[in-house]
């Protein structure tokens, strides 16, 4: 498995790049070390939280339906 390199944009347009107040929030709690994350390979359907949750849990009962 390769891991995922993060290019972030070089430029910050405020125009282009609107900053949201949840995401700064989610920033600052975010930590810079993001070498140890996987990628998931999951239906592109617009749930993808929904589907990540279900693959990394490893349960066939669960169904990405009773997490929404």
């Known amino acids: 498995m390769v891991s995922y390199e ?3 944009n ?3 347009d ?3 790049h609107i900053l949201g107040v949840i995401a700064m929030q989610y920033l600052e709690q975010a930590t810079g070390d993001v070498h ?3 990628p998931a390979d999951v ?4 749930n993808y939280l929904y589907h ?3 693959l990394l849990m490893n349960n066939p009962v669960v169904t990405w339906g009773e997490l929404r």
């Open 52 to 54: 990540s949750i279900v």
């Open 36 to 38: 140890h994350l996987v």
């Open 6 to 8: 993060f290019r972030p």
């Open 10 to 12: 070089q430029v910050f």
């Open 43 to 46: 239906i592109a359907d617009g």
């Open 14 to 16: 405020p125009k282009k």
